[in-house]
């Protein structure tokens, strides 16, 4: 009984700490690679659940040798890419990384991303947290120019 109740009181300050978290992580995805691609990129919604500006400040994947966050900027007619140091979620919004503005860039992929494959990605937060997530492939449209 007694490790009954020592499990029980486990699962759910897991599930507490979990609940805590002043970031969540909403649909998020990495897309698709063309052959010969040499990087993708990940989008995500982030919604802010504390009283306190947080920011995402680096994030990581095995299946790339380097992320970046990024955004995108009108020149002229151009679309750009810029890398950015944080993307920051205020209190209380919600924060869409999206094809066209914010997201992140990842390059020296490992293999290609096929649609159906999954990555694992770590993003750190300025708070100190960090977060697991696991982000399906997607075939994702995507019609700008950019140049990197």
């Given at each position: ?108 992929l490992a293999s290609k991303f096929a649609e159906g494959e999954e990555v694992e ?7 100190g947290s960090q977060q697991q997530l696991t982000v399906p492939v997607k075939k ?9």
């Amino acid at each position: 009984m007694r490790s009954i109740l020592l499990a029980l009181s486990l699962l759910f300050s897991v599930h507490v700490a979990a609940n805590d978290a002043a970031i969540t992580v909403n649909e998020a995805y990495a897309r698709a690679t063309p052959p010969n691609a040499p990087t993708s990129a990940i989008f995500m919604q982030m919604n802010n659940n504390s009283e306190q500006t947080v920011s995402l400040v680096s994030a990581s994947t095995p299946a790339a040798g380097r992320v970046e966050l990024h955004t995108m900027l009108m020149d002229g007619d151009v679309m750009q890419m810029r890398q950015v140091e944080k993307i920051e979620v205020p209190a209380g919004k919600q924060v869409e990384l999206k094809p066209g503005g914010l997201h992140l860039m990842l390059f020296d992929l490992a293999s290609k991303f096929a649609e159906g494959e999954e990555v694992e990605l770590t993003l750190v937060f300025s708070d100190g947290s960090q977060q697991q997530l696991t982000v399906p492939v997607k075939k994702v449209m995507h019609k700008m120019k950019h140049h990197h």
